[in-house]
């Protein structure tokens, strides 16, 4: 598996690119995600492992979640649901023409963007589950490591050391290692424990405080 894992390194290098204007090569990440899948979702899911989560076998992933998730059709299609949103049309779960569109994206290195938003003083908050292996944590801070524009984002982030998340009732989200510029913007990296993939299911409660803490700029 790990000799997969290097010679895959090698095929997602050769096939970057940064093209003007920042769009994607649908051609390249298609190389990419081909490659993806045959050198490691292939062998990983064989091992029966899922690679959402690699507490579980593939497909079983929901027992891990808090709750079931209810039937998002049939709730977002209630009347009084609608009522309160204020909206009156069919809700459909995918929009598989927009899934398409911003599919080419998903393999898309966007290192040469994030710290164009830093210049400008945004504060970025990147999440990952610690049992994620299809976005792990470590791959995370291995390009975070290399952010670089007015200031040296990536040498800040990993320096930064990483702390417990303890405010209000939420005491076991996981950790954050925070790094602030003098342009007014942040870069935070957030480790949620016993998370997979799906964190936001698999930690509603304190998923749903980190982030009312976000917004009011108390984190």
């Not at 891990?64 to 977002?76: A, G, I, K, V």
């Not at 290692?177 to 698999?202: D, M, P, W």
Request: charged share 30%; aromatic share 10%; net charge negative.
């Amino acid at each position: 598996m790990e000799k997969n894992e290097s010679a895959f390194v090698e095929i997602a290098k050769a096939s970057h690119t940064t093209p003007e204007g920042h769009q994607p090569d649908p051609e390249a990440y298609g190389k990419v995600a081909r490659a993806f899948s045959q050198m490691i979702l292939h062998p990983l899911k064989d091992r029966r492992t899922s690679p959402y989560d690699v507490r579980t076998a593939p497909g079983e992933e929901r027992d891990q979640f808090y709750f079931p998730p209810e039937d998002s059709t049939e709730q977002m299609n209630r009347k009084s649901i609608q009522a309160k949103l204020g909206v009156d049309k069919k809700w459909t779960e995918r929009e598989w023409r927009v899934t398409d569109d911003f599919g080419k994206y998903l393999g898309y290195d966007t290192s040469s963007v994030v710290p164009e938003l830093l210049d400008e003083g945004l504060k970025l908050f990147v999440f990952n589950g610690e049992e994620d292996y299809m976005t792990s944590c470590e791959g995370a801070l291995s390009w975070m490591s290399k952010l670089k524009g007015k200031e040296d984002y990536g040498k800040a982030i990993t320096a930064a050391v990483a702390k417990p998340i303890e405010f209000d009732e939420v005491d076991d989200l996981g950790t954050i290692r925070q790094a602030k510029f003098t342009t007014g913007g942040s870069l935070s990296f957030i480790q949620v424990s016993e998370a997979g993939h799906l964190i936001n299911v698999n930690k509603p409660f304190e998923m749903s405080r980190v982030v009312q803490k976000i917004f009011a700029d108390e984190l």
